[in-house]
């Protein structure tokens, strides 16, 4: 699926994980990956836009899991674009082995949820990293020189290296996995943090929520789920509400 979620921005998906296109003075920046599979729809989208792969500038990776970098060593090959990731995740999207994350995943097992985001990734392929051979790496509140100059914002907590991309000019934030709108392991909808299972440490993904709702973003577009427009800082108030999962 693929739909324009503002004005010269793509979301795409097919199930469970969203990535997105940012379209600028005719060339595009890829936030996020999808799983590997998900090149296909990324080859199938482009010309419906009007575009080529060769228009693709450069792929921001939001953080280091394989249902967000899933075909970007691809894109890096293919379309010679710069993969760019923060440099608390730059040595996992290399393939380094992550620490262990503080929640179990037997935790999920009786929810439904839970097994048709795991069937739905394995069949697209993420069921493990396929390393990224040559990164860039950004820094908290850099302004990354690719068409649309997102801002970096490190929001650590889901991984180390977890960040937001600001798009200051369009007031729109893509927050990758540090907040969210649909919990990949209950199905619970509407803001919060990723569930305990899936983050490396959970009180910090609560904390950089405080960071996050200073950010004056209108439209929020996470790596799981719908996007939000009643702005950040009322994504954030329901996310604490929410608290951990
Ligand atoms: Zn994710």
Redesign the pocket.
Known sequence: MHAQVADGIHRLSQG??NFYLIEEGGRLVLV?AGAPADWNLLVRTLPTLGHALDDLEAVLV??A?S??TGFAERARVTAHAPVWVHQADAAVAKGATPAKNDGRATAYLLRVEFYRTLISLARRGATRMIPIQEVSTFADGEALDVPGRPRAIHAPG?TPGSAALFLESRRLLLA??AL?TRN?LTGRLGPQI?PSG?NQDTPQALRSLEYLASVPAEVLLP??GEPFTEGVGEAVRRAKEAGPS
Request: charged share 20%; net charge negative.
């Open positions: 469970v994980c996020d939001t953080h899991h249902d967000h889901h990758g996995d969210v990949p990723m899936l790596g799981h």
